[in-house]
């Protein structure tokens, strides 16, 4: 059923579906619609057979579902930001664990500066954490990739982060196409746990392993990731058959049959994107994009395949690898090795920085002349940049460097677009 | 065959014949079906208060309920010398997971097995002071201000033991940790305003709170079996020597713990609903040098110069406790 929805509002209806037992929430924005959501439907009974719980912190959300999922139970927690470095130590634990807990992340920048619009800063600071990541790119992927998280999750025993752009999905209001109960229920089956506390089988869960086999251990993690690169299609195959639509798997492509130049990136500017392609293949350019939807594990062998023609890849990227450059960048170059395309960083979007079709057009055509540089910051203010440089130089007291630069920027809230 | 009422409080071995005890009064320890929740072949060092009182309080509680138990333990002494893989002493269900989470971990335990129907399981969390009063402080306030169906133990010993004996907001004054030498102006742990944690869960009104040490073993299995009887969150904070840490006797770990008591240092008694319901009596009030004399923490405390102004500082302490509590109980003509 079609439904005119914000995207938090269906993801939330359709984590309902996958009938959670145990639902943490910790408040931190752009993630809180979708608890509310969720908090709602428990209280007012449309969810049943799930405890809510209003946990004191993120920490605490992610121990309790660890708790929870160790017991048995299908447990679902979600968070941002702040929240989900706040909450780190524990999701490394779930992974190491073992334990096949589902969680949003409504992609946000992680401060100083404090902000709470979108990039990926946050997904990425967990990207090593063991969890498998998917980014969705519109809100019926979003929903979507829900259902098909349980599933993976819970065959692997290994949690799966659901990332979402902050406000740009989260609360955007679409059209969605609602699953139905009875599809959700033919998709994923109750959960099985693969170990559970139970005094009718005692077992000790989260003892010390040493140096003899804690490579081993961490080993069958990787082995877990590489299993799941043959499963994310298997269930988007299988999702597709139950559901009608082709959401997930571990990347997509888009028009690069011919491709000389390829841009590669996640979330929802893979919609800019396509856009600014079209409008350049109208123009007889042989550009083309590849989305990837499993960051985690990262799909090297397809990645390869898809870019192997290509002269030249533009990763264009949320996020950025302080010291170095670019994160996805880094993975794509590494699919890449031994083949020599130019491969080119693009940082951008950083903090909720729109991220516009103009300045796509202008990077690619650069792009494509070969005049890019390596690593480029995407419409960065060099001015305000060189302003505050040139104040470091002159005076030791500079003060606090962003309200130097906001005071160069003007007026503030008019500026993020 | 008539039985005597006992009181548990002879001095010396402790030891009562549990034939003169009715059989709902014998020591859970005492029977031969006890569950060995922490069986034998751990790793705690000679005289370990924290092994002594873990087995003692699991015991109990696995018999108050049934065997229908399950353990959230935090990082410390307790979940190290109880393991490693693929050793383990528990008997019971038990689950580690980081240093200051056991409290949260425990409530969701508690949430799946309420919503698979399992009432009859019950949940308990245990942790070192360390991983009680400091690092795990938020989940544990959170888990007590939900009320969740918990009972969780703090071992405390005064000092972060595992990592070799460092200070925590549970270290006593003038007490010599690695990280309070005694060394400079004033040796040992500063006097701080304290944080003594039964307290703070009292202000969180919850169900059952208690104290208790392991030179009172029968006092603590009964207080175990009484969190039992309740639903909702509740906390037990038990009193724990560390031989290593405190640079005790191995012999000495219930001695000492009985001084803490007998001194007033460390106060014995029960609260529900924020409530104080009951006091474990001092017979008589010991002066506190009998306490800390023993202690290799406090040695600086002492030799040919002691330190009777620091001394008079820890006695006040104990003489606020005894008004406090009411562990002194008045002559009645
Ligand atoms: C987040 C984190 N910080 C620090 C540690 C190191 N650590 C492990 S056990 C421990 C001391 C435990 O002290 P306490 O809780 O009092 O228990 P005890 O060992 O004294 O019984 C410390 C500091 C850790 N494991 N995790
Ligand atoms: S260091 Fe102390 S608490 Fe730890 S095992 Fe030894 S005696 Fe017990
Ligand atoms: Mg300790």
């Known amino acids: ?417 | 065959m008539p039985f005597q009422p006992i009181k548990f409080y002879q001095t010396g071995t402790f030891t009562v014949g549990n034939r003169l005890l009715k059989p709902e009064d014998r020591s859970v320890q005492s029977h031969r079906d006890r569950s060995n929740a922490i069986n034998s072949g751990h790793r705690a060092c000679q005289g370990c208060g924290e092994a002594l009182g873990a087995r003692y309080a699991l015991d109990a509680a696995m018999e108050a309920t049934n065997s229908q138990l399950i353990a959230a333990n935090a990082t410390g002494c307790l979940e190290v010398f109880t393991t490693p893989y693929p050793e383990t002493s528990w008997q019971l269900p038990w689950m580690h997971s980081l240093f200051g989470n056991a409290a949260a971990v425990a409530t969701g335990i508690a949430a799946a097995l309420k919503v698979k129907g399992r009432n009859e399981v019950r949940v308990v969390a245990q942790g070192g002071d360390g991983g009680t009063t400091d690092i795990g402080f938020g989940c544990l306030s959170g888990m007590f201000e939900r009320n969740d169906d918990v009972l969780y133990i703090c071992y405390d010993n005064e000092a972060y033991m595992n990592t070799g004996v460092q200070r925590s907001s549970a270290t006593p004054p003038a007490a010599r940790t690695a990280t309070t030498l005694p060394v400079g102006q004033n040796p040992g742990n500063v006097f701080g305003q304290g944080k003594f944690v039964p307290a703070i869960a009292m202000a969180h009104e919850i169900p059952y709170v208690a104290t208790a040490t392991v030179a009172d073993l029968h006092d603590l299995e009964a207080k175990v079996k009484r969190a039992m009887e309740f639903r909702g969150a509740r906390y037990i904070h038990l009193f724990v020597p560390c031989p290593l840490g405190w640079g005790t006797a191995s012999h000495d770990t219930i001695r000492i713990a009985r001084l803490a008591h007998e001194t007033g240092l460390f106060p014995i008694f029960e609260a529900e609903h924020g409530l104080q319901v009951s006091a474990l009596p001092i017979r008589r009030q010991l002066p506190v040098e009998e306490y800390l004399k023993p202690q290799k923490r406090f040695a600086h405390l002492f030799g040919a110069k002691p330190k009777w102004d620091v001394i008079a500082r820890i006695q006040e302490r104990a003489d606020r406790n005894i008004r406090k509590y009411g562990l002194v109980q008045q002559e009645t003509a």
């Open chain 1, 1 to 417: 059923m079609h439904k005119q929805i914000e995207g938090s509002r269906a993801v939330a209806e359709a984590i309902a579906m996958c009938r959670p037992e145990v639902v943490c929430a910790y408040p931190i924005t752009p993630q809180t619609h979708i608890v509310e959501a969720l908090g709602e439907m428990v209280k007012g009974g449309k969810l049943t057979r799930c405890e809510f719980i209003n946990v004191e912190s993120e920490f605490a959300a992610m121990s309790v579902s660890i708790g929870a999922s160790a017991t048995g139970a299908r447990a679902y927690t979600a968070t941002a930001s702040q929240g989900l470095l706040f909450m780190s130590e524990a999701v490394y634990n779930a992974s190491g664990l073992g334990l096949p807990i589902v969680m949003t992340v409504a992609n946000r920048a992680i401060g100083a500066p404090i902000n709470i619009w979108n990039d990926y800063s946050d997904a990425m600071s967990q990207r090593d954490s063991g969890w498998m990541q998917l980014f969705a790119e519109t809100n019926q992927e979003a929903l979507d990739l829900h259902i098909q998280a349980f599933r993976l999750a819970e065959e692997l025993s290994l949690p799966v982060m659901v990332c979402m752009d902050g406000f740009i999905l989260t609360h955007a209001y679409e059209q969605v196409d609602m699953p139905t109960q009875h599809q959700v229920d033919a998709y994923l089956p109750p959960y099985e746990p693969r170990q559970v506390l139970d005094p009718r089988e005692p077992v000790s869960i989260g003892a010390m392993v040493g140096p003899e086999a804690f490579m081993e251990v961490r080993y069958l993690a990787h082995a877990r990731h590489m299993r799941a690169l043959e499963l994310i299609p298997q269930l988007a195959a299988e999702f597709k058959r139950g559901f009608g639509r082709d959401t997930g798997g571990l990347a997509h492509t888009y028009r690069t049959e011919d491709a000389e130049t390829v841009v590669v990136s996640m979330g929802s500017v893979l919609g800019t994107i396509k856009d600014t392609v079209d409008e350049m293949r109208d123009d007889g350019r042989r550009i083309g994009v590849l989305g990837i939807t499993s960051f985690r594990p990262f799909p090297l062998d397809l990645v390869r395949a898809a870019l192997h023609k290509a002269r030249r890849v533009v990763v264009v990227e949320k996020s950025l690898a302080v010291g170095i450059g670019g994160i996805l960048s880094t993975d794509v170059r590494m699919a890449l090795s031994g083949l020599h395309p130019h491969i080119y960083t693009v940082v951008a979007g950083l903090g909720g920085r729109a991220i516009a079709r103009n300045s796509l057009h202008i990077l690619f055509r650069k792009a494509e002349q070969d005049v890019l540089e390596a690593l480029t910051f995407l419409d960065l203010d060099w001015n305000v940049v060189d302003k505050q440089l040139a104040r470091e130089r002159s005076v030791r007291r500079s003060g606090p460097a962003a309200e130097n630069m906001l005071r160069d920027v003007g007026t503030i809230a008019s500026k993020i677009a």
